[in-house]
């Protein structure tokens, strides 16, 4: 078990580029989430996988933002025009889908900073 | 919707001493509550679950956990504080109609003193 990996863990961008984060789950788990972290803030929910089919999309995911999890294993999300309003910390999770209130198990997370 | 209220932003433990994180969740399905572990930059770590089992909860690195229906709670409770338990604690609820959905409270900053 290695653990939710996230990469880069740290981007830097200017205002307007577009940034893309990947984030690998642990292997056996068909659950994906991306959560968003302001500074002082709790993380905020963005939208989830399972297996590769999107299941549900935060309001905060403005249409600049774009989640895919192509086969079912790695996932990425693309925000397109970065605004500074966009710079936080963008975290992953995975977990078993089941009945049973399965945890979550978090990546490190990818810090945006947009200027 | 669900909802999490955590009371009081930031800690101060002395060594030791009691530590006492409050948390109060709104749902309208029989909850299940986490509490997770934020170091500087880093990922959220679980602490522990509620999953409607027993109501106490133990946890890791001497954490636990109560949660109370009547009132709503789950407030996190460690008896002696160690200095490397600074850092940032997370009670989250799950939305088990949506995907098992996390929902956070605000977060409580935890200083120990020596």
């Known amino acids: 078990d290695t653990g939710v990996s996230q990469d880069p863990r740290h981007k830097i961008t200017k205002r307007g580029q577009n940034v893309t984060f990947r984030c690998d789950p642990i292997s056996e788990h068909n659950r994906l989430y991306w959560y968003r972290q302001t500074l002082g803030q709790g993380p905020e929910f963005l939208t989830y996988f399972q297996n590769e089919a999107q299941l549900e999309k935060s309001r905060l995911l403005s249409d600049r933002f774009s989640a895919e999890r192509p086969k079912g294993s790695f996932s990425t999300l693309e925000i397109q025009r970065t605004e500074q309003g966009d710079s936080a910390m963008y975290l992953c999770?995975?977990?078993?889908?089941?009945?049973?209130?399965?945890?979550?198990?978090f990546g490190p997370g990818t810090r945006l900073t947009v200027t | 919707a669900q909802s999490v209220t955590q009371l009081g932003s930031h800690v101060s433990v002395s060594e030791g001493a009691l530590v006492l994180l409050r948390c109060n969740y709104s749902s309208s399905v029989p909850p299940y509550l986490f509490w997770y572990v934020q170091y500087p930059n880093q990922g959220l770590q679980l602490l522990l679950k509620?999953?409607?089992?027993?109501?106490l909860v133990k946890g890791i690195n001497g954490f636990e956990a109560e949660f109370k229906k009547s009132e709503t709670s789950f407030h996190l409770t460690k008896p002696s504080a160690h200095m490397s338990d600074a850092a940032e604690y997370f009670c989250?609820?799950?939305?088990?109609?949506?995907?098992?959905?996390?929902?956070f409270g605000g977060g409580t900053r935890v200083l120990v003193k020596p």
């Open positions: 999770a995975s977990s078993l889908s089941a009945a049973g209130g399965y945890e979550q198990y």
């Open positions: 989250a609820v799950s939305d088990r109609a949506a995907g098992n959905k996390l929902t």
């Open positions: 509620y999953t409607s089992a027993a109501t």
